[in-house]
Structures are given as structure tokens and as C-alpha cells.
């Protein structure tokens, strides 16, 4: 019998959502001092950040691993 539990807690979350979601608990400024990449720091937006996450592997890791960080806060 195969298991329904998927224990990777980002199966299913899309980056945007992850973007969203982390925006909206540490605002922009504080996302940016945290993770000090550009799409957050000057002139931010979702769509120029899931841009840059999307085709920069390193920063996509910073933020999946901050936002696995902010769940686990909450447990």
C-alpha cells in the first residue's frame, strides 16, 4: 500500500505562493535583509522575484529554505 502523506512540506506550493506568503509575513525591507538578493531589495515585485527565482537555482533554494523556516515556526 503506498502511502498519501508526502512529507516534503513544499510538494504542491507553487513559488509564487511561496513568494506570496513570505511577503506577507516579513514584508519586503525584512525579506530583503534576510535573503540579500536584488529582485528584493530594489523596486521588489512578485513577478520580477519569481522571475529572477526561476532562473537562479541558489536563490530559489535561500527562499524555499527560509519559508520551510516559517512553517516550522508556526508548528
Do not use: Q
Request: hydrophobic fraction near 35%; charge should be positive.
Amino acid at each position: 500500500m503506498i502511502s498519501s502523506s508526502n512529507k516534503d512540506p513544499l510538494h504542491g506550493i507553487t513559488l509564487k505562493v511561496i513568494v506570496e506568503r513570505l511577503v506577507n509575513k516579513y514584508g519586503w525591507k525584512e525579506l530583503g535583509e534576510i535573503i540579500k538578493i536584488n529582485c528584493f531589495i530594489d523596486n521588489p515585485s512578485i513577478n520580477s522575484s519569481l522571475k529572477f527565482l526561476r532562473k537562479h537555482d541558489w536563490a530559489r533554494k535561500k527562499v524555499e529554505h527560509l519559508y520551510i523556516d516559517a512553517i516550522n515556526e508556526n508548528d
